[in-house]
């Protein structure tokens, strides 16, 4: 089965297949709008007038390289895309050690990268770099929960447990009950199923009616049948 989706020794049920592909494409998906969820507080910090010169110069420079980095891009051949790779990620190093929004942004471009090239490690990094630079905005919850999809690419399950957790303890998270999901669902591979258990029955409690809170109740009852947990 796929590296994000609970082993189970018996033969799989058709829900969790489709748990399996929904969860997958779903991680796809959390990754790409990582760039977007930065451009967003960007436009924010502009609009209250909280940025100043400097910042605003290192913003207008790092959305420069994604223009190049992006600009007529499906049309180009593997060999230019890793080109243009490649060129984004050395110019962004003039910014991603910026500890403020600009970092931030630097950050996850970097790692959006990364991600694209499959390198985790730096891709984490990065993550945890864009979260660390900005942890008091909205941003950063999704740094945390893209860095938990990295590390398990990495089967680093304790490293994707501490950054599903980072990601859940935002209460105002907007993808907060697919992050507890996912949290519960690494304890589960840690077998550490009374912690799992603990996690899945705040989904189900906190959100009522989200398909991930739904999942979490199926999990609940097969762990409850296997004798899991009490």
Do not use: P
Request: charged share 25%.
């Amino acid at each position: 089965m796929a590296e994000n989706v609970i082993s189970m020794d018996k033969k799989q049920t058709k829900e969790e297949k489709n748990l399996e592909s929904f969860v997958n494409k779903n991680k796809k998906g959390i990754v790409i709008c990582s760039s977007l969820a930065a451009v967003c507080i960007i436009a924010v910090c502009v609009a209250a007038g909280v940025i100043d010169s400097n910042v605003k110069k290192a913003l207008s420079a790092v959305e420069t390289i994604e223009y190049k980095y992006t600009k007529d891009s499906s049309d180009l051949s593997d060999e230019e895309i890793a080109a243009r790779k490649s060129e984004a990620l050395n110019s962004l190093a003039d910014y991603t050690a910026k500890n403020n929004v600009a970092g931030v942004r630097a950050n996850m471009l970097a790692a959006d990268i990364y991600f694209s090239n499959e390198d985790w490690e730096n891709a984490k990094a990065s993550y945890i770099a864009a979260a660390s630079k900005g942890k008091k905005a909205y941003t950063a919850s999704l740094s945390y929960f893209n860095a938990g999809v990295c590390c398990e690419k990495l089967s680093d399950l304790a490293g994707a447990c501490e950054n599903y957790k980072a990601a859940c303890d935002d209460k105002y998270f907007v993808l907060r009950s697919h992050a507890l999901f996912s949290q519960a669902r690494v304890l589960e591979l840690l077998e550490k199923f009374d912690e799992a258990k603990t996690v899945y029955q705040t989904l189900v409690d906190s959100y009522s009616g989200d398909s991930w809170a739904s999942l979490a109740q199926s999990r609940l009852i097969d762990l409850r049948i296997n004798g899991k947990i009490e």
